[in-house]
């Protein structure tokens, strides 16, 4: 069975940090692009990062570059994202996703549209 399963959500005060995993099963990672998104209470899906499969290019969106850091480790077919420095604007079920075919150059990169397999999310959730 094809599927992408995030883990490493939870409950955390302004200022801390988490790490997120999403592993996949059934399909390698390697050769895929590979993304985070997150979906705030009542916000529209956002793409935050993501590594592109033409070249490695990492993107970051505004609201998380410096604070963000996604990471992806082939050999046990899992990405991550180490989150820093968490604000109550953080908060939200935070999404993986993988493409098949290329995510190259920021807009498709961090573009929902561009991939084709989603993890079941995770919720963060950051107290002030």
């Known amino acids: 069975q094809v599927q992408l399963v995030a883990s490493g959500g939870g409950l955390v005060q302004f200022g801390g940090s988490l790490r997120l995993s999403c592993t996949a099963s059934g399909f390698t990672l390697t050769y895929r692009g590979v993304a985070w998104f997150r979906q705030g209470p009542g916000k529209e899906r956002e793409g935050i990062s993501c590594?592109?499969?033409?070249?490695?290019?990492?993107y970051y969106a505004d609201s998380v570059k410096g604070r963000f850091t996604v990471s992806r480790d082939n050999a046990k077919s899992t990405m991550y994202l180490q989150m820093n420095s968490l604000k109550p604007e953080d908060t939200a079920v935070y999404y993986c996703?993988?493409?098949?075919?290329?995510?190259?150059?920021?807009?498709?990169?961090?573009?929902?549209?561009?991939?084709?397999?989603w993890g079941q999310g995770t919720q963060v959730t950051v107290s002030s």
């Open positions: 590594i592109s499969s033409r070249d490695g290019t990492i």
């Open positions: 996703a993988t493409a098949r075919g290329l995510n190259s150059g920021s807009y498709n990169c961090l573009r929902g549209a561009t991939y084709d397999s």
